[in-house]
Every structure is written in structure tokens, then in C-alpha cells.
């Protein structure tokens, strides 16, 4: 079975301090997709990272940056001077590398950036 | 770039009537689209798996006579709450992915549904 563990339910920072969002996943596939999203207030679901189990490599896109340990089976994301526009609720989600097959989430973790 | 729309946005609906909910995709063909909902301060829970010209595929606990899937073309899919009571209020989300299989999967804004 597949499963996405977010731990931090909520997590409160100031503006510009760095702030790591922890995401641990159980699968028995031996390839299979990661995902971190953003949905703000209004609902919708902002796509951020796509990593395939395959790539180990971590990535840097501006403020964000994740980190995939396959050891720990863990994917983690931080968010480097963090904005009160990045105030919103973070999902990380896992699918099989299987054409039709749909995203499991966990249960997200909802950052609260103040000015 | 890829683009679901889902319409409508929101509704508000007496107890007893029905509600149905579009999703499109409007620049790529998708075999599979899913429906997930999410409930206040909650996860996305995925509902089904609507396959093109076939029947969905129901998650454990979704009853399918209760939320009605049909996906008659490959860039519709609707999923219809039949009979929708207080406690169906959430918020509805759909995805497709391109049929080019492990292409990522691009969600709709969501429909919040208010069943009063």
C-alpha cells in the first residue's frame, strides 16, 4: 500500500526565515512519482515539483528547494526567505509509474508566514 | 501549457436536488480523470477514477449511486451528486492526466459545494 506522511500539521514562521517541510512515503513500488503542491485560500492546487524515484538529484528553483532521500524514503521541501504569499497549505503526494494511476496525498501541512 | 477547467466554481443547493460538476481538459486528450474532495482543513481524498467510454472506478466507502461519474468524451468527464444532503458539502476537485501516460497530472480549481 502507498501512504504520505506529512508529520507538521502547521507550522508558523516570520517573513525571511528559511522553513523545511518534512513529507515520508511508504511504497513497494520500485519506481514511482513525487509531487509537492500548494493550495492557497482559494482552493486551488498549484503544481511545484515532479520527481521520479529514479532521480536522486536534488533541485533548486529560486526561494525552493527539495531534498529526495530514497534511503529514508523521505522528500522534503524548503522554502529559503520565506514571503507571507508563500502562507498557504503544502501537499506532498506519491503515484506508481503507471500510466491511469491517480495521486495519493498526505495530509498536508498548512505554513503561516507573518509579516 | 495543459489546462483542466472545472465548472462551476461553487454552489449553493437545497438539501434533496442534484448537483453535477464539469471537468475538462482543454488543450489535451485524457483516457483517465480523477475526483477527489476534500473536507475542511483536510487531505484530497480520492473518490474515482473516471476511464473514458467505461465505467468508474470507485474508491472504498465512495457510493457510486451517490456520485454519479460519467465520462463520455475524451476531455469531459462530470460527476453528478445525486440527491446531495449537508453532509456532501466539500470541496470537489478533478485531475486528467494527458493521455500520454506518465505525463504529470493537471487538477481543475475546484467546486465548493454548500448543501444547506
Known amino acids: 500500500a502507498q501512504k504520505v506522511t506529512q508529520a507538521q500539521t502547521e507550522i508558523s514562521v516570520v517573513e525571511k526565515e528559511d522553513v523545511t517541510l518534512d513529507c515520508v512515503y511508504e511504497t513497494r513500488d520500485t519506481t514511482y512519482y513525487l509531487f509537492w503542491y500548494k493550495q492557497p485560500p482559494s482552493g486551488e492546487l498549484v503544481f511545484l515539483i515532479r520527481r521520479n524515484s529514479f532521480d536522486e538529484q536534488n533541485e533548486i528553483s529560486g526561494r525552493y528547494s527539495w531534498n529526495f532521500q530514497k534511503s529514508t524514503s523521505s522528500f522534503n521541501f524548503t522554502i529559503t526567505a520565506s514571503q507571507v504569499v508563500d502562507s498557504a497549505v503544502y501537499f506532498c503526494?506519491?503515484?506508481?509509474?503507471?500510466?491511469?494511476?491517480?495521486?495519493?496525498f498526505g495530509k498536508g501541512t498548512t505554513l503561516s508566514v507573518s509579516s | 501549457g495543459a489546462v483542466v477547467s472545472q465548472h462551476p466554481s461553487r454552489v449553493i443547493c437545497k438539501s434533496g436536488t442534484s448537483v453535477k460538476i464539469e471537468c475538462r481538459s482543454l488543450?489535451?486528450?485524457?483516457?483517465?480523470m480523477f475526483w477527489y474532495r476534500q473536507f475542511p482543513k483536510q487531505s484530497l481524498m480520492l473518490m474515482a477514477t473516471s476511464n473514458e467510454g467505461s465505467k468508474a472506478t470507485y474508491e472504498q466507502g465512495v457510493e457510486k449511486d451517490k456520485f454519479l461519474i460519467n465520462h463520455a468524451s475524451l476531455t469531459l468527464s462530470t460527476l453528478t451528486v445525486a440527491s446531495a444532503h449537508p453532509e456532501d458539502s466539500s470541496f470537489y476537485i478533478c485531475?486528467?492526466?494527458?493521455?500520454?501516460?506518465?505525463?504529470?497530472?493537471?487538477f481543475g480549481n475546484g467546486t465548493r459545494l454548500t448543501v444547506t
Open positions: 485531475s486528467a492526466r494527458d493521455r500520454g501516460g506518465n505525463s504529470p497530472l493537471h
Open positions: 503526494a506519491l503515484s506508481r509509474n503507471q500510466a491511469g494511476t491517480a495521486l495519493i
Open positions: 488543450d489535451f486528450q485524457a483516457t483517465t
